[in-house]
């Protein structure tokens, strides 16, 4: 059997073809194709704007500069998930504070998070980073009600969940990255996402001065709009310490190519989701929870196994590369030293002690997925 990775991107001819149609073109770099992506996920979304970034980190920064983060603030996110959902608030200056996660889901636990603010004066925290794990959306709608009770901003992680959605209480379907509930969202364009463009991120917003502001950090605080003075066609100015966080028009082009094709990807890893959880239905193999109303778009399958490093090992001798997702960000030595309050982790801590991520991605065959389970069964005969 050949190699059999946790995630793989799939281009296809015509994600091809449409690079080197811009290839040939006059832009290479900030052009329509921007302009294209950004309307078409907007509308994918169903969000006002959406604004296009050099990848999900920089995205994530930029959206906590635009609420106004700083050194002294606080925030709260999960550990479990990448670093970045809690660098970028570092990057700011902010306190990193994590809350547990729920055993069932994965998902950052309301009721921790409504705990550890509550353990602490009124305006200890400023904000809130839940994490739509693995693909499976957080309900934001009481996220929100939570933030809103403690003057809270809320900026959701969607870069697992394109094609994400939960219902919520008045059985309206909400789409990771809707704006509804979250101030800004994130998504991420890297080659195993759902929606490849070598690197590459989306930030998305309802709110027009949010969105203003991220244009302006995601290019130098450079603009042409609304200056104080202007001396011709040439003329700028910088507003504020931005960054070249800038998206190409050829990545704009294949994430263009790549969006069209999403729906059909992730209903195919619904159908690869469904066939893991019949085989280890019946067994002691632990997956991910879905709750009533939530349509999980599937970045991972992860499982939860006894004698995981065993298995790990196993799986890799046998060419299947599964992953492990992720180290809680509270035990790496970076946060570990900072260190920040005693909050109970100890969901995150035994989930990370047993979890292993399995292949998960479109173009993996019925058959492979089929060796794939014979394998992690046969290791537990």
């Keep these: 059997m050949k190699n059999i990775p946790y995630g793989r991107q799939q281009i296809d001819q015509d994600d091809i073809d449409a690079v080197i149609e811009t290839l040939k073109s006059d832009f290479l770099t900030q052009g329509p194709k921007i302009e294209a992506f950004e309307k078409a996920f907007a509308a994918y979304v169903d969000v006002k704007y959406a604004v296009a970034v050099s ?53 950052l636990d309301i009721d921790a998070v409504e705990t550890l603010i509550e353990s602490k004066p009124q305006g200890f925290f400023t904000g809130i980073v ?27 992680d969607a870069a697992h969940s394109p094609g994400g959605y939960f219902i919520d209480s008045k059985g309206v379907k909400n789409k990771c990255g809707n704006g509804k509930y979250a101030d800004i969202a994130v998504f991420s364009f890297h080659p195993v996402k759902h929606i490849a463009c070598g690197e590459g991120g989306m930030v998305t917003t309802n709110d027009k001065k949010l969105y203003e502001l991220l244009k302006l950090y995601r290019s130098h605080g450079i603009t042409k709009d609304n200056m104080s003075e202007n001396h011709g066609g040439w003329y700028y100015e910088m507003q504020a310490l931005g960054y070249n966080y800038r998206l190409t028009d050829m990545q704009a082009a294949l994430g263009l190519s790549q969006l069209a094709k999403n729906p059909q990807g992730v209903e195919r ?3 690869i989701a469904t066939r893991y959880k019949d085989a280890f239905k019946d067994s002691k193999i632990k997956y991910q929870v879905l709750p009533e109303g939530s349509y999980n778009s599937h970045h991972l399958f992860v499982i939860e196994v006894e ?14 590369f599964a992953q492990i997702h992720y180290i809680p960000l509270h035990t790496l030595p970076f946060y570990k030293e900072i260190g920040y309050g005693d909050a109970d982790l100890s969901n995150s801590e035994n989930y990370y002690k047993h979890c292993i991520s399995l292949p998960m991605y479109p173009s993996l065959m019925d058959e492979e997925q089929q060796y794939v389970i014979d394998e992690i069964n046969n290791y537990y005969k």
């Design 55 to 107: 990848n999900a980190t920089a995205g994530l920064h930029i959206a906590n500069m635009a609420l106004g983060v700083k050194e002294g603030d606080r925030i709260i996110t999960t550990p479990i998930t990448f670093a970045a959902s809690a660098n970028a608030s570092r990057y700011c200056g902010a306190e990193v504070w994590f809350a547990d996660i729920d055993p069932d889901t994965y998902l």
């Design 130 to 156: 839940p994490v739509d794990f693995a693909g499976l959306p957080v309900d934001l709608e009481k996220f929100r009600a939570l933030a809103d009770k403690h003057h809270l901003w809320i900026i959701e």
């Design 269 to 271: 890893r619904n159908e």
């Design 307 to 320: 004698d995981r490093k065993g298995l790990y090992d196993y799986l890799r001798k046998q060419n299947i």
